[in-house]
């Protein structure tokens, strides 16, 4: 059972475009949510993360959204440039669960110049 | 400061046959990962670990075991290996919230 999905499976984005890419989970117990990046060849690394009681995260270029309600969360990546081109994936964990994450399926975002 | 790191990068198996993956990790962390990477489902959970000398199951656990003797090293087994196996594996580290990947072993079960 999938308990996080992730939309859409690939993207490709003009240079200066936004980049937008969307998760939806089940377990309303989740209580952290961090986009993972990762580069070809690498081990993926932390981008952003929220906690449930804000709506929204922004970190330069990177803005998380938040909607409980509706269960889901978003990554936009404004002015995409060509070093953005990689793979990104959502996550989510619960609380005093061993710090575990439960990770989307990813999405593979090209940025052309 | 090494991070998080993995051995081997590659390594290439015949069908039953057995090996160890080894993770090590500098930062003191108490909290350690194995996940499986797959085209189009992510990353996997496949065991971890809350502390020295203890283990558990993840989402994936059948076909692997793990061992983490000392705080600094996180073991992944394969006892007979299986086509099935087949995938990039990844250690993880952490201190509380901000997992730390290390650079992935490419395994592949011939």
């Known amino acids: 059972q999938q308990q996080v999905k992730q939309s859409p499976q690939s993207l490709i984005v003009q240079k200066g475009g936004i980049s937008i890419i969307n998760c939806a989970y089940e377990?309303?117990?989740?209580?952290?949510f961090p986009w993972y990046q990762q580069f070809p060849g690498k081990g993926p690394a932390l981008l952003i993360a929220i906690r449930p009681d804000v709506s929204e995260k922004k970190e330069g270029r990177f803005t998380i959204s938040f909607n409980k309600s509706a269960k889901q969360f978003s990554l936009h990546i404004m002015d995409s440039q060509p070093g953005d081109s990689a793979t990104y994936f959502c996550?989510?964990?619960?609380?005093?669960?061993?710090?575990?994450?439960?990770f989307g399926q990813g999405t593979e975002l090209s940025v052309k110049p | 400061n090494a991070g998080v790191t993995q051995t081997p990068k590659f390594r290439v198996l015949k069908t039953g046959q057995s090996m160890t993956l080894l993770c090590a990790q500098d930062?003191?962390?108490?909290?350690m990962y194995w996940y499986r990477q797959d085209p189009g489902m992510g990353l996997r959970l496949i065991h971890y670990?809350?502390?020295?000398?203890?283990?558990a199951k993840g989402e994936v656990p059948d076909g692997y075991n793990v061992s983490r003797l000392k705080k600094q090293n996180f073991l992944l087994g394969l006892e007979s290996a299986a086509p099935s196996q087949t995938s990039v594996y990844f250690c993880a580290s952490t201190q509380g919230i901000e997992q730390y990947f290390g650079p992935g072993t490419r395994l592949t079960v011939t």
């Open positions: 670990s809350v502390g020295e000398g203890t283990t």
């Open positions: 930062m003191n962390h108490e909290y």
């Open positions: 996550a989510t964990s619960e609380a005093n669960q061993g710090g575990k994450l439960i």
């Open positions: 377990n309303t117990a989740f209580d952290y």
